[in-house]
C-alpha cells in the first residue's frame, strides 16, 4: 500500500522549530524565522512532501477561559514592569490542550532573582495560570511547580538549553542562565496539566 502524501504526525506547540526552509515552504499557521520554519500554533504538524509545504492543522473547539485555567504561550516583548506573551493555547479539564490565541501578560515585579536577573527571556516558551481576565488581555502568573519556562534558547548562542539541577545550561557556550523553570522543562507533559 502505497503512503498518502500528506502525513499526519505529532503535536507541536507555538514556537517549536518543525522544519528548515530549505526542506519546506511554511504553510498553514506557520512562518519562516531565521531558515528555520516555526510553529505559529498548537496542533497535528502536517508535511506535504508533494507541494512540499509544512502546516499545523488546529482543532476547531470553541472555549470560554476563566481565571485559573492553564495558557502556553510565548514571551515576545519584556521591559522592567511587564513581560507580553502571546497565547497558543488553553488547557480545559474536558476538552484538552485547545488553540485559543489572545495576548496576556506577566507582571515583572516579583520576576527577578539573583543579580537582578529576569527570570523570563523574550521567545522562552510557558506554561502559566490565567489571575484574571481584563480588557487588555490576561492577566498571568508562573507561580507553582509546574508553570514557568518549558522550552527556551541561550541567549549568547541560539541553541536550545538544558535543564542541570536549578539551572539551565548550555552546552556549547558551557554557561548557566536563570529561568523559572515549569518542572517538566524540556519533556513536556501535557496531560498531567491541572487547571
Known sequence: MQNTQKEKENLVLPGDVIATAEEY?????????????????????????????????????????????IVYG?????????????????????????????????????QYGKNNEPSMHIGDLIRAKIL?????????????????????????????????NAALYCDNCERTEIRKVAEDYGNINIKEDMA
Open 74 to 110: 510565548q514571551i515576545v516583548k519584556m521591559d522592567q514592569r511587564r513581560a507580553s506573551v502571546k497565547v497558543g493555547a488553553v488547557f480545559d479539564r474536558q476538552l484538552g490542550l485547545v488553540e485559543y490565541v489572545a495576548d496576556g501578560s506577566i507582571g515583572m515585579s516579583s
Open 132 to 164: 484574571r481576565i481584563g480588557d487588555r488581555g490576561l492577566d498571568l502568573g508562573i507561580f507553582g511547580k509546574n508553570l514557568g519556562v518549558l522550552r527556551t534558547l541561550c541567549t549568547k548562542c541560539r541553541l536550545p538549553m538544558v535543564k542541570k
Open 25 to 69: 515552504v511554511p504553510g498553514k499557521n506557520t512562518m519562516e524565522n531565521n531558515g528555520d520554519v516555526v510553529s505559529l500554533a498548537y496542533g497535528q504538524l502536517w508535511k506535504d512532501d508533494q507541494s512540499l509545504t509544512v502546516s499545523v492543522l488546529t482543532p476547531k473547539r470553541k472555549i470560554s477561559l476563566h481565571s485559573g485555567q
